[in-house]
């Protein structure tokens, strides 16, 4: 197994330097940032100044390799509108944005692995149909409208819950988090829950599949035949299973959830990193943007790393292939 974990490390560092290369040569041919930098009356003498400040005047090639030297040190530069460290302005938002990941994928997966595993174990039943109904619906809704709905349900009809932004925090050395203040975890539901809506299908689907899919198996009928109670069943034999999946789906969907909530974001003012990378796409300000998706990069693919991990461990015969 560590043989296994060490070579998927390697091919996540390989997948990471080419995205970096990726990542840099696509924003070096999108605009021009001394046009933002510099007045509409600035000289030519003044816009090249400019460009030699930040280097951008050297070769291409040149500058990816400064980039990449930087970048391993965690430096991305300073932000041209702010003069602030970009990867600081990224720091500060990504608790906001994890902690929202977070919570969402774990009412996804605490509502849909239980409604699941019924909707595959009675598939003919009125409940069933119902859920699979919703899973459906679940899909289709677009998240701004969803929510859109659940601020005009909680937040204005009924009065239970704030409408946006992030509420009090509480303060873990440089790490804010307000999912353990009562105050700023109300804050965080409707968000999450508008998340959870179209993963929370995405589970139950996969789950039924996975349920319907063993149950017919050999080690099912023989743990039934033994005697043992339908509850170790279906909660050791099944669910251990069915998780194989489950994970697998979960994790790439939470690494999709942390780089793609802008929507969600936006609707409810949620000061997370993805309303800083739509600002700074419009601006021009590209050491955040680098700093952002270099951040998202890395993110993913050690996601990735730990699903592997994960679905070694849940499955045996990964390693079994691996060392063949």
Known sequence: ???????????????????????????????????ML??????????EAIRHTFGLDLPLWH?????????VRLDFGASFLTG???????????PA?????????FMSMLIGIPLGIYAGLKPRALKARTIMTGSVLGFSLPNFWVGLMLIMLFAILLGWLP????????HYGPISLSVFNWEGFKHLILPAA????????LIIRVTRAATRECLPQDYIKFARAKGLRERRVLGVHLLKNILIPI????GLEYGQVFAFAVVTETVFSWPGMGKLLIDSIVTLDRPVVVAYLMLTVVFLAFLNLAVDIAYTALDPRVRMEGSA
């Open 38 to 47: 510099a007045s509409p009356e600035a000289t030519d003498a003044e816009r």
């Open 247 to 250: 994970v697998t789906i979960g």
């Open 63 to 71: 500058q990816y390799f400064i980039f990449l030297s930087k970048a």
């Open 97 to 105: 944005t994890l902690e929202l990941a977070t919570l969402a994928m």
């Open 84 to 94: 602030e460290s970009a990867m600081r302005l990224i720091l500060e938002r990504m």
């Open 163 to 170: 409408a946006g932004g992030r509420g009090p925090v509480e």
């Open 194 to 201: 508008t998340i959870a809506v179209a993963k929370c299908a």
């Open 1 to 35: 197994m560590l043989s296994t974990i060490f070579r998927r490390f390697l091919q996540t560092l390989v997948v990471v330097l080419i995205m970096s290369a990726l990542v840099f040569s696509g924003l070096y041919l999108i605009g021009d940032p001394v046009l």
